[in-house]
């Protein structure tokens, strides 16, 4: 795989685990938790989902990692570790430290009282003749968070709030991907985690 210097929205990755860290820069670090990110579309993430569907073992090693290297640096702010992560063999494989909470990091922080599931998904501009979105720049009209008990709950309630979402200008309605993420969150994957 090969990841863009600058950045690249995580074109070619599989099952993907960000945790996050804060650092006071002496040593002290606290854990923001995880998410993962590996619904994709075009090779470009559709959803995010917290906590990961990785086996908890797998997601402890990634962040005492993540931990561990920020602690070892010294970093003093807010930062998040990529990761490819293989579940079925309890393998990782780091990819690089972005330093700075990334706008996706409301998935992770919003950790429900109890086991819970967060969803995190876009609203992207399709369709629309004469208006070609490229490759260098990210086609984001809006974010949906929600939470619920478990993956099924948190799901329902993206679907609904992708149903009930119109996004309108001056000449009208504007086509989305609303029916592309529900199409994805109703595939068989989708409720195994994969």
Avoid at 66 to 95: I, K, P
């Amino acid at each position: 795989m090969i990841r863009a210097l600058g950045g690249g929205g995580g074109r070619g990755m599989r099952v993907h685990v960000e945790a996050q860290t804060t650092g006071n820069g002496t040593g002290g670090v606290a854990q923001v938790w995880e998410r993962e990110r590996s619904a994709q579309r075009r090779f470009q993430k559709l959803v995010e989902t917290a906590p990961s569907t990785a086996t908890r073992n797998l997601v402890h090693l990634l962040l005492t990692a993540a931990t561990r290297m920020t602690r070892a640096l010294r970093y003093q702010g807010a930062d998040s570790f990529a990761c490819l992560a293989n579940s079925h063999m309890g393998e990782w494989v780091f990819l690089d430290i972005n330093p700075y909470m990334q706008v996706e990091h409301g998935v992770s922080i919003a950790r429900p009282a109890g086991r819970g599931v967060r969803v995190d998904t876009w609203l992207y501009r399709a369709g629309v003749r004469g208006c070609n979105v490229g490759t260098d720049c990210d086609s984001l009209l809006a974010r949906i968070l929600v939470r619920g008990r478990d993956l099924w709950e948190a799901t329902q309630q993206a679907v609904r709030a992708l149903r009930e979402t119109s996004v309108k200008n001056e000449e009208g309605g504007v086509d989305t991907d609303r029916t592309v993420f529900v199409g994805a969150v109703a595939h068989v994957h989708w409720e195994e985690g994969k």
